[in-house]
């Protein structure tokens, strides 16, 4: 199982570690900090919009008909259809 908090460092507590402590009871934890730092300013930006444009009028149509499930179980296990 994995879980991603998104937190000001002020907010930490000993609740929160507790919470976690009771989530995953039993586990092995592995815990990464990363600052976050939301005023980054985007370089590139009309490059950007272009490649996101561009991704949008490529991307495949996939018809409603289709059953998705059975696609993934077919790539999940070759030969199975």
């Known amino acids: 199982m994995q879980t991603t908090y998104r937190l000001k460092a002020k907010e930490l507590s000993l609740d929160f570690l507790e919470s976690l402590k009771s989530m995953f009871t039993g586990q092995e934890l592995e815990i990464t900090v990363k600052s976050v730092n939301n005023k980054t300013p985007v370089k590139n930006k009309k490059k950007l919009l272009q490649m996101i444009e561009a991704?949008?009028?490529n991307a495949p149509v996939i018809s409603p008909d289709i059953d998705i499930r059975t696609l993934i179980d077919?790539?999940?296990?070759?030969?199975?259809?």
């Open 55 to 57: 991704n949008s009028n």
């Open 74 to 81: 077919a790539s999940q296990n070759p030969g199975s259809i």
